[in-house]
């Protein structure tokens, strides 16, 4: 990323701030509806320092690039926030039960309730990788996932598919294996009607979600950051951050255990972007893994 593109994004996160200051003086919706606003908001107005001050400080040029992404990224999903509340065009109910709506509520109203985050996605886009030379030499691309990788047996190594096919196997079974034992014992987070009911939605937001999840977690930051820090470290940091996002928990030690989980997820859906030059072969894994995860009744 060169200087230029750190500037537009400074510029765009400082027009956010001046925005999100008039909505919140102007617009008289109730500040508990804007509590992950607030937090993005107030993120940005910490990274941004360190991200100014590298445009001068050459030792800080590469921070400054890793944490620009991050920036845009915030400032991206802000922006999306207000667009929540300012166009509720496909929102039923209060704004503050909405995931609640969307999650149990019509299929298709989910579905599109989450394309909202398309939004600050092709912002990222836009500005990370402008021409299709740069889009071309990122992640945000398909890939080749007849690439040949010793990830499951370092003397046998085996194409990337394949290895999709094996884990897909082997985490659609256990999963099928525990709800089964769920059935028979009446061990169920909820009634199996009501989840064979939103199996359905649940499977189509699992799978966009997984998507979405990837173009910026494995598309954008990833590109960015192997090209700042190279393989070893922008694979991990990315895999951190992924790690990081997971937050919701009932205790620090739930949380930290979700965070180990996920950054190791995060680790192995890093590698396969980067062998196979694309995030076709993550997103399968990702989803495979989040669609087990609804089959087994564990989330």
Known sequence: MNEKKVRIILLFSALMLFLYWLYMRFCGVPKVYFLPLDIYVQVIGILIVPVFLSLFIKP???????????????????????????????????????????????????????????????????????????????????????????ILDPKNPRSWMGVVRRIGIMT??????????????????????????????NVLGAVNNCFIEELIFRGIFLSVFVKALGVRWGVFLQALLFGLIHFPSFNPLHYLAKVVVFTFLGWLFGKASVETGGIRTSWCLHSIIVVSMYIAQTV
Not at 90 to 117: A, S, V, W
Not at 176 to 195: S, Y
Request: hydrophobic share 50%; with cysteine; glycine share 6%.
């Open 172 to 201: 659609l079974s256990l999963a099928v294996l525990a709800l089964l034992l769920r059935l028979k014992t009446h061990n169920l987070m909820r009634p199996f009607e009501d989840q064979a009911v939103l199996f359905p939605s």
């Open 60 to 150: 800080l040029s590469k921070a400054g690039q890793v944490l620009a992404v991050i920036v845009l990224f915030l400032t991206g999903y802000a922006m999306l926030e207000i667009i929540y509340f300012r166009f509720p065009i496909i929102i039923k109910g209060d704004p503050e039960n909405r995931i609640t709506n969307m999650i149990y509520g019509d299929l298709t109203l989910y579905f599109f309730h989450r394309c909202y985050q398309y939004i600050p996605i092709a912002l990222l886009i836009l500005i990370l990788f402008p021409t299709g030379g740069e889009r071309h030499e990122s992640f945000v691309k398909a890939g080749d996932w007849n690439v040949q990788t010793p």
